[in-house]
């Protein structure tokens, strides 16, 4: 069985490296096979470009199955491609035709610097989750299952919050560089189980004001985040750590504080 | 100090702040407009009401700083968020950009802002003040003498026979000249639109809206701004129109 290819014509965005000045550069790419993924049709004009004898166009990868998120590019103005859930390693060259102009662009953030071509630095987001993505209950053996009542819509809930792969694409799709969707995901999935209790209010201040630190912009509520995210992250979490965060704000403002604490 | 810092250093402080002065101005508003829609009646019910609230004296003072105090937050928080997100997006911008789920009004909320600064000023100028339109403004016009009594909540508050100044004939010269009428009802149009937006996201900022009832929520905003904007138009369309006399 044959299958019919043709050709596309993509502008990248070249850039040497961190800081450089960097440019849009037009490249025809021959030979595309509509089942291709759209990382495997920059795969071909890797290719080409290396068979050239020109430097290939740097882009970030891993998984390529939708999980990891690595992948990271803006395609036409929107991140991860034209499709509603999709990661851009999971966008298929079928959604194009012979002769269409594509434009691809790193996400653009202030806190993502971009290292080369297409691909940015987001450690931002894992200083993000180092300020309060985690939980300090006793790590050990296997606890008894059950051992720990959670209602089945909370578990649910807290599922679809843990869906997030911190790929960036709520960052990128947001005309703030807001990261309040990423950040509302990793508040509420330990937020909502009962795990996540004791630290919860001191989470959600931490993350917000290491958000705020690290230059990332605010929500306008405009819900563009959601629209683009790979994993269909609902901003319905955004709402729920602006609640979480007026709460732990006055809680901690006039919590009691024992005789002789530091603080 | 931490309560103070979280609320007005922080990002989603600040929405907490530009949410609840939000809600103060949406309140506002609605009062306004209802209590100035009396001049569809009798000129003993807006001149009497008029004369009421003027006669409150230090409340309508503190009444007014904590309106002028709302604004000013609204504004401030408004301001600095806007820079620091355009600050965010880096020096270089996207090539290719399209909007996805971004309604109409969300996209105009710092154009609707300006215009809707621009006509609270106007307006302030125009009725309280009289400044825009000395020849027509109530304290430059015949005083009205009251023929029944102005009731709130049950109790008189103007009696009938007080001399009180005649508001309702500033608000119908002052719309008979079409320009200042057009102003009002665009401005007034564009708040509508301002309050689109504003009015349903303050319940994503106070995290009180969610899938289960978004629908209805974003129902009835819709309803009570295109009741807003209407209510508004009778004013000035009235005038025009010859209705209101």
């Not at chain 1, 662009?105 to 180092?130: H, M, N, Y």
């Not at chain 2, 008029?50 to 604004?71: D, E, I, K, N, T």
């Not at chain 2, 003498?145 to 009696?159: C, E, F, I, N, S």
Request: charged share 15%; hydrophobic share 45%.
């Amino acid at each position: 069985m044959s299958t019919t290819t043709f050709s596309v014509t993509v502008r990248v965005w070249r850039q040497p490296g961190p800081g450089q000045p960097g440019r849009f550069v037009e490249y025809p790419v021959g030979g595309v096979n509509p089942d291709m993924s759209f990382l495997e049709m920059l795969d071909v004009l890797n290719d080409g470009l290396t068979r050239s004898g020109d430097e290939p166009v740097a882009f970030a990868h891993d998984c390529r199955e939708g999980i990891c998120g690595t992948c990271s590019l803006v395609i036409d103005g929107k991140p991860h491609g034209p499709h509603h859930g999709v990661a851009s390693c999971q966008t298929y060259m079928r959604s194009y035709k012979e002769g269409d102009v594509i434009v691809v662009e790193p996400f653009r953030a202030r806190p993502f610097p971009v290292i080369k071509d297409l691909v940015t630095d987001r450690s931002a987001f894992d200083r993000i989750q180092q300020a309060g993505g985690f939980i300090s209950a006793r790590t050990g053996s296997a606890p008894e299952a059950n051992s720990v009542p959670v209602p089945k819509e909370v578990a649910d809930l807290a599922m679809d919050a843990a869906q997030c792969i911190g790929c960036g694409a709520c960052v990128a799709a947001c005309k703030n560089s807001s990261a309040m969707l990423f950040v509302a995901a990793k508040v509420s999935h330990l937020g909502l189980l009962p795990q996540g209790q004791p630290e919860r209010d001191k989470r959600v201040l931490a993350m917000v004001s290491t958000m705020d630190g690290l230059g990332f912009g605010s929500c306008t509520n405009q819900y563009e985040c959601s629209a683009a995210c790979p994993k269909l992250i609902s901003h319905d979490f955004i709402a729920r750590m602006n609640r979480d965060y007026a709460k732990a704000v006055f809680r901690s403002a006039f919590r009691p504080v024992a005789a002789g604490a530091g603080d | 100090m931490d309560l103070v810092r979280n609320l007005f250093c922080s990002s989603i402080g600040r929405k907490l702040v530009m949410a609840v002065t939000g809600v103060v101005l949406i309140g506002f508003v609605a009062g306004h407009l209802v209590g100035n829609l009396q001049v569809f009646e009798s000129p003993d019910r807006i001149n009497g009401y008029a004369h009421f609230l003027q006669s409150l004296g230090p409340a309508l003072w503190f009444a007014r700083m904590f309106l002028l105090a709302c604004v000013g937050l609204h504004i401030w928080a408004a301001t600095v968020l806007t820079l620091e997100s355009q600050g965010a997006r880096g020096d270089e911008p996207y090539r290719v950009k399209r909007w996805i789920s971004a309604t109409f009004a969300s996209r105009y909320m710092r154009g609707t802002g300006y215009v809707v600064l621009a006509f609270i000023l106007y307006h302030l100028a125009h009725f309280t003040v009289g400044l825009a339109q000395p020849a027509s403004f109530k304290e430059n016009i015949a005083h009205y003498v009251m023929k029944g009594d102005y009731h709130v909540l049950g109790v008189t508050v103007t009696a009938a026979g007080t001399e009180v100044l005649d508001v309702r004939t500033m608000m119908i010269r002052g719309f008979g000249s079409p320009f200042v009428s057009i102003f009002y009802i665009v401005a007034v149009g564009l708040l509508s639109l301002h309050l689109l937006h504003g009015a349903e996201s303050l319940f994503q900022t106070l995290g009180w809206r969610n899938r289960r009832w978004e629908g209805g929520l974003r129902a009835a905003v819709t309803l009570l701004c295109a009741a807003y904007f209407l209510g508004n138009l009778a004013i000035p369309g009235g005038v025009l129109l010859g209705v209101l006399r």
